[in-house]
């Protein structure tokens, strides 16, 4: 039996803060969700509702659609999670870590353009109010036939790293997403602690590229995009890479992408549907 620390009362504030940014809807769905039999049923419905969803543009009205309120919805913008995809489908990898998971949105659409027997990780820190929902839910994320890994932890901990190795049984990383801890120290980190986990083919994708309204204007809104857009500033100088934004002046988020491995160029080369910046190598 697995037990589940149910969340915490979600409070007047939080409750009203919730309806204003995403509506009655959401709300309805974070209070039901504290019911066990409910989740049981949300579960078997979402299941239900995901297990043919295996065409990307399937995967994104449905991650958008709100239709399990925002509890899958990717905390993303369309056409660059999109872009991004299509990456990962051209790579077809096998092998997956995403750092920072959140519910699951992102995740489950890197699930349906990976290989049908992808390994796909998720690493996150612990949390009480959305471990039900990981419980739950985790295992569904994943098509049939591809193996599902949540790993609750810090990214920047040795035994995470261990953790990450131990359950991909020593394979190499096809692709890394990093979306966990936005400080400049902190996506540093995650980069250099997983880097090493890359295959000669691998890739590396950030999120939140693009600087946000507080970094820009001194206006703080409800995004948070901390200082990845330094970092990624830094690191894009040393490999090639490609960078989706929507639309520059917009308030954060953006995608980065870094082909590291020393093969990974030439998978991009044989498309021409994407335009990325080669590394300008001397002879």
Known sequence: MVEINEPPSLGLFHSARMIREHGYKTLVWKILWKLPALRRL????????????????????????????????????????????????????????????????????????????????????????LKPWRRSLFAYLGKKGQNVFAIEGDSHATSTLERVHRVLGGRKLDF????????????KQDFENYIGSLNDEGIVAFHDINPDYRTRFGKPTGVCAGEVYRFWAEVKMKYSYAEF????????????????????????MDSHQLKFHALNRQP
């Open 42 to 129: 949300v579960s078997w419905r979402f299941a239900v509702a995901t297990r043919n969803i295996v065409d990307l543009e399937d995967a994104l009205e449905f991650a958008f659609s709100g239709r399990f309120g925002t509890l899958i919805t990717p905390i993303q913008i369309c056409s660059e999670i999109r872009a991004l995809c299509e990456i990962v489908r051209q790579y077809r990898a096998r092998t997956m870590l995403e750092i920072g998971t959140e519910r699951g949105g992102t995740f489950f659409l890197f699930s349906r353009v990976a290989a049908p027997d992808a390994s796909l990780v998720s690493v996150d820190l612990p949390r009480t109010d």
């Open 176 to 187: 890394l997403f990093i979306d966990g801890d936005h400080s400049y120290e902190g996506v």
């Open 245 to 268: 934004i929507d639309n520059p002046g917009q308030d954060g988020f953006g995608i980065g992408v870094l082909f590291v491995g020393s093969n990974a160029e030439k998978i991009l």
